[in-house]
């Protein structure tokens, strides 16, 4: 069983006195619960005040995006060592509303991937397939290309210094999350790719599940023997429901 890992995607949600409220609701408890890594991941702008309220605390930070290219003119992007500099540990990689809003390619999402390596940061690359990709019986194969894009871009050896966040875009923000057996299905197919390359590296890597996690669901999804923890959006805006979804991945 790997290392359990818990990540707040709080997306486009908060102020600096609401970000310190919740910080000051969450900090008592998460710092009680062993065994589990919980990283929160704020709007950008917020990264600098999320660092100084988690100094010196277990609970590491994380940006929800990070650009491909290392500097130059780029306006409005932030490079992976911007965020580094910041005090992040992780940047998400090719979430699904990046994807689906902001025409994130397969091939950028690869290059952010490295990006956040090169920077020392690690990626936490989002995968997900929709609902009509799911009922045509694409799942496996939609999943399978977009790993591929990034195995191909780094190698398996890099790609393990990451994360994978398996995160059925029909289960985001939606209420409708996906059982604990379809969930169980995707992570073994996505380790399955990755043995195929390496399988020791493919058993250590750390699988996340994302997708209207909350505190009543996410004992059983936890449970599953290749998920490793979760990426939460919605219910890591409430203190009590975050505190016990982090609490469910120690159990
Ligand atoms: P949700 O979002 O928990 O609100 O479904 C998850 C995510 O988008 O990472």
């Known amino acids: 069983m790997n290392a359990k890992l818990v990540i707040a995607n709080w997306k486009m949600h908060g102020t600096h006195a609401t970000n310190a409220r919740l ?47 290392a500097q130059g003119a780029f306006t409005g992007e932030v490079s992976g060592q911007m965020l580094a500099d910041l005090g992040c540990a ?69 790609l393990a210094k990451g994360v994978i966040a398996y995160e059925p875009v029909w289960a985001i923000g939606t209420g409708e999350t996906a059982t604990p057996e379809q969930a169980q299905q995707v992570h073994r197919h996505i380790r399955q790719v ?31 023997h290749d998920i490793d923890g979760g990426l939460i959006g919605g219910a890591s805006l409430d203190a009590t429901s975050f505190v016990a979804i982090c609490q469910a991945a120690c159990a």
């Open 23 to 69: 910080i000051d609701a969450l900090l008592p408890s998460l710092q009680g619960i062993d065994g589990v890594q919980v990283a929160i991941c704020p709007p950008m702008p917020y990264l600098a005040q999320l660092s100084d309220l988690l100094e010196h605390t277990s609970v590491a930070v994380g940006a929800q995006n990070i650009s491909e290219r």
């Open 90 to 158: 992780y940047a998400l990689v090719g979430h699904s509303e990046r994807r689906s809003l902001y025409g994130e390619t397969d091939a950028q999402v690869a290059m952010k991937f490295e990006a956040a390596l090169n920077a020392g940061l690690t990626p936490v690359l989002c995968l997900g397939e929709t609902i009509h990709q799911r009922k045509a019986g694409n799942t496996n194969a939609v999943i399978g290309s977009q790993l591929k894009a990034v195995l191909d871009q780094v190698g398996i050896a890099k």
């Open 194 to 224: 990755l043995a195929a390359r390496d399988p020791a590296l493919a058993a250590g890597i750390t699988l996340l599940y994302g997708g209207s996690v909350k505190d009543d669901n996410a004992a059983q999804l936890f449970a599953q």
